[in-house]
């Protein structure tokens, strides 16, 4: 019993459009889990910058309080000298030893200058690292939402067989994936 030509036709035609409804799903498969990776490298580089972030802020902390702690040691020296400086007036037997102790309290006052300014740099320019690490991770964390979304539209593409969603997923697949390259260079 021959089997009608159109019959055959059908089926072959049925069978080519399933495996090409199984190779668009394979696709979209494939593009979820790329999405995916590429959304666990944002989250993973945004929870390194958050760290980044709070370890250069608590040494900006630290330096700005040695900061703090050199400069009324300062101005205890030079409270110090006057202090002296008044107990000494009227007694011409002390100015020798006075004359010592302003020279000793200038070389001081001169160290702490250097030291003050030395350590006021060093806070600044870890107040500046921490800015630019919040920066990044801030970017990150974009960068991650947008390539969320696209696992979310991917998986939805995949339920629903809407190709539009799926070409919704690959350009936030692009666009996460300009932002976490933007994170890393910060080019804007």
Known sequence: MAIPAD?????????????????????VARTTAV????????????????????????????QWS??????????????????????????????PALAQLEAAASATAKRYDAELAEIKARAETLDATKARHQKQGDRFQYAFVVLQAGVVLSTIAASARRKELWAAAILC????LVMVANSYALFV
């Open 66 to 95: 040695y900061y703090q702690a050199k400069s009324i040691k300062k101005h205890i020296s030079t409270g110090q000298l006057e202090m002296e400086r008044a107990l000494a007036a009227g007694r011409p037997e002390l100015v």
């Open 35 to 62: 999405l995916a990776v590429l959304a666990a490298v944002a989250s993973g580089a945004y929870a390194n910058q958050f760290s980044q972030t709070i370890l250069s802020q608590t040494e900006a902390s630290d």
């Open 173 to 176: 697949g692009l666009a996460g």
């Open 7 to 27: 019959k055959l036709a059908a089926e072959a035609a049925e069978a080519e459009s399933e495996s090409a409804g199984r190779r668009w799903t394979d696709h």
